[in-house]
Structures are given as C-alpha cells and as structure tokens.
C-alpha cells in the first residue's frame, strides 16, 4: 500500500463561520498528520505547481473523509480507552500492529478508504502527498485551498 497523508445564517456569521471552516481544516490537517498519517516518500524533483482542477479534487477528498477520520479516531480513541492514540502510518505495519485488533481493523479500513477516495477524485497518492506539503508551506497556496473549501462547502450536495 503506498503512503499518503493522510485536514468545515445570517451575515454576520458570515466571516466566523468562514474563518472557523478554515481553522477546522487547519486542525483537521493537524490531527491527520499526528493520528491517522497518510504518508508518502519524498519526491525527488522539484514540487509541481497544483492547478485549479488538482485543487479542487484534493478539496473534495479532504471534504469527503474528514467525518470518517473523526469516527475512525473516535472508535480508535475509546478501544484505547480515552488514552492517546498512537501515530498511525498506512503503509507502516508496524504502526498498524501495534494498535489492538479491532482498533487495527478501523485503522486500515480507514487507510484504504481514503486511497481509494484520493484516487477516485483523480489524484495519486504521490500526487496527494505533494499537494499537502505544498500547502502547508505555502501561504497563496494555503489560501487558494481555504476559498477553494468554502466554495465546495457552499455548492448544493446536488451539483
């Protein structure tokens, strides 16, 4: 299995509720990458730009699994009971193996749902990997990804 990382009225409300959805998925990010991590190996080259289609699938595979990585961490959470869930990597078996079984099974369950989601949004995994670093160490990219989640979380289910 490759590696991948593995993260949201009236006016007023308005700008708290973006600015929340966008601290949300800061946190969520946060939360991936420290319980639940989809890693990859470093590419070598150079990072490739992301364009606005890479952007928008990697908005809508973050959309899509954040409610199953809070169920999967919260599942985990209480079969450890309410102690601290360990880093979890995919392709790491032995992070995988030291979970017990049943919080084990969420885990790589969760794993393969979420490559399968990344792929089915049109992206590798690699490429998913690349995405999230070049995110989180770019402050244009960063915000590109914010509004880019606010119009996703605004777009009627039916679009």
């Given at each position: 299995?490759?590696?991948?990382?593995h993260?949201?009225?009236?006016?007023?409300?308005?700008?708290?509720?973006?600015?929340?959805?966008?601290?949300?998925?800061?946190?969520?990010?946060?939360?991936?990458?420290?319980?639940?991590?989809?890693?990859?190996?470093?590419?070598?080259?150079?990072?490739?730009?992301?364009?606005?289609?890479?952007?928008?699938n990697?908005?809508?595979?973050?959309?899509?699994?954040?409610?199953?990585?809070?169920?999967?961490?919260?599942?985990?959470?209480?079969?450890?009971?309410?102690?601290?869930?360990?880093?979890?990597?995919?392709?790491?078996n032995?992070?995988?193996?030291?979970?017990?079984?049943?919080?084990?099974d969420?885990?790589?369950?969760?794993?393969?749902r979420?490559?399968?989601?990344?792929?089915?949004?049109?992206?590798?995994?690699?490429?998913?990997?690349?995405?999230?670093?070049?995110?989180?160490?770019?402050?244009?990219?960063?915000?590109?990804?914010?509004?880019?989640?606010?119009?996703?979380?605004?777009?009627?289910?039916?679009?």
């Open positions: 299995m490759k590696r991948y990382y993260h949201f009225f009236r006016l007023s409300l308005i700008p708290i509720i973006a600015q929340s959805l966008f601290l949300g998925t800061v946190v969520t990010a946060t939360l991936v990458s420290s319980t639940l991590v989809l890693s990859s190996k470093a590419d070598a080259q150079a990072p490739q730009g992301v364009n606005s289609g890479e952007l928008k990697y908005a809508r595979a973050m959309l899509r699994m954040e409610p199953e990585r809070q169920q999967a961490f919260d599942e985990i959470k209480k079969i450890m009971n309410a102690g601290d869930v360990p880093k979890i990597v995919c392709n790491d032995n992070s995988l193996n030291g979970l017990p079984g049943k919080a084990r969420i885990a790589v369950n969760y794993c393969q979420y490559q399968k989601v990344v792929e089915d949004n049109g992206l590798s995994i690699d490429r998913y990997n690349t995405i999230t670093t070049q995110v989180q160490g770019n402050e244009d990219l960063k915000r590109k990804m914010y509004n880019e989640l606010l119009r996703q979380q605004k777009v009627p289910k039916s679009l």
